[in-house]
């Protein structure tokens, strides 16, 4: 699970993360916490619970779309498969609000890499 | 902790309307049983993947409070955004007043006072006016002279303590928004309102000022002459039609932001 620091260093860029996430196809909440862990190797293991209210955010602003599905890829283990499963997509206001997200990222990422490695050969 | 067992006491924690509290729990029951379900695959047995599941979603006090929907979200995030961007127009709006004040000093540096605050020709006061007017300038020449120096004083000194006033409104528009930014992570700029709120606002309210201000005053000069106070006017007016032009420029950059 991630630490206290990394989860303040994460919370500026959780929309853009899942943003990010959900740019690669619709997917529910659980996948989507799912690929946020795995693709950042669990540097990004959040109480998963607290994710959701970022997706609700997002889907308020309009940045994603959710409707209601039923659940047919759960394992045959699952107690309950085939429920009610919220499944999240990318609106066309959420891919202008990532490009512009991951353009400010670029920006932000340049300046502190420049700074840190000027400190390093300070 | 049963996954059945974490959702009671969510739900026992949860607030909000009904149809969204029961939406939350589905999701949540979603995502349990389907975290519940992967450790299973990796060898737990059944207790201890519910119980996994349950760790991993985090404990149901701060998971209720981050999902509970207090009021309408959306209409906090309009108020939110109505407020602080109508407070800048206020307070720009301010500035600018205490600004036409300056530029009407300047006027009655270059013109003379009655060209600010000259009363119109015909325009007769009662002794005992006159007697207020010249115990508050008591070294002006006559009732007239008196009666400049005091409108003089309401329509300069006036409008510089509003430009002060919309100084300290900025100054707090810029400490609030600074605070909340600091507060809470950044975030993507959606926006409930349209892009250019604010100066649609700002640039429909200056602009009819300027279209009031300026020909009436261009007009009150023209009839009644140049020591009869159509520099108050025309001070508003040109103000008016300078700010105007910055929140019409502001508008413009808005929307062709929007528009890419």
């Known amino acids: 699970m991630a630490g206290a620091d990394d989860r303040e260093r994460l919370k500026g860029h959780l929309d853009l993360l899942l943003l990010s996430v959900l740019a690669r196809g619709p997917a529910h909440g659980y996948a989507v916490i799912a690929a946020l862990r795995s693709t950042s190797e669990g540097t990004f293991d959040l109480p998963e619970g607290t994710v959701y209210p970022a997706l609700h955010r997002l889907e308020r602003g309009g940045l994603l779309s959710g409707h209601w599905d039923r659940a047919t890829d759960a394992p045959p283990a699952a107690r309950g498969a085939g429920r009610r499963r919220k499944v999240y997509a990318l609106t066309s206001s959420g891919e202008a609000a990532l490009a512009a997200e991951r353009t400010h990222w670029r920006r932000f990422r340049r300046g502190v890499g420049a700074v840190v490695q000027a400190e390093g050969r300070a | 902790m049963t996954i059945e067992a974490y959702l009671d006491e969510l739900a026992d924690r949860l607030r909000g309307r009904g149809r969204v509290v029961r ?3 589905a999701e949540a029951e979603d995502h349990l049983l389907s975290a519940a379900a992967a450790h299973r695959e990796q060898g737990l047995a059944d207790d201890a993947a519910e119980q996994a599941a349950v760790a991993d979603f985090g404990e149901p006090e701060l998971v209720a409070r981050r999902l509970s929907h207090r009021g309408s979200p959306l209409t906090r995030a309009l ?13 720009i709006g301010l500035v600018s007043v205490g600004l036409s004040g300056l530029l009407a000093l300047a006027a009655a540096s270059a013109f003379g006072k009655p060209f600010v605050s000259g009363d119109a020709p015909g325009v007769v006061y009662t002794a005992e006016r006159c007697a207020e007017f010249r115990e508050y300038a008591p070294s002006a020449h006559g009732c007239a002279a008196a009666a ?4 003089f004083e309401e329509v300069v000194g006036y409008r510089e303590d509003l430009g002060v006033l919309g100084l300290l409104v900025l100054l707090g528009w810029w400490v609030a928004v600074r605070a909340r930014a600091r507060r809470r992570p950044p975030e993507p700029a959606y926006d409930v309102l349209p892009a250019g709120f604010g100066a649609t606002v700002g640039a429909a309210l200056f602009g009819l000022a300027a279209v009031v201000a300026l ?3 261009l007009l009150q000069l023209a009839v009644t002459g140049r020591d009869a106070g159509a520099g108050a006017l025309l001070s508003a007016g ?7 032009a910055g929140f019409a420029v502001a508008l413009w950059r808005a929307v062709t932001v929007r528009l890419g």
């Open chain 2, 79 to 91: 108020l939110g955004q109505a407020v602080t961007s109508l407070v800048l127009v206020a307070g």
């Open chain 2, 215 to 217: 020909p009436v005053g």
């Open chain 2, 23 to 25: 939406r939350v729990l």
């Open chain 2, 148 to 151: 400049v120096a005091h409108h």
């Open chain 2, 238 to 244: 040109v103000v008016a039609a300078v700010t105007f």
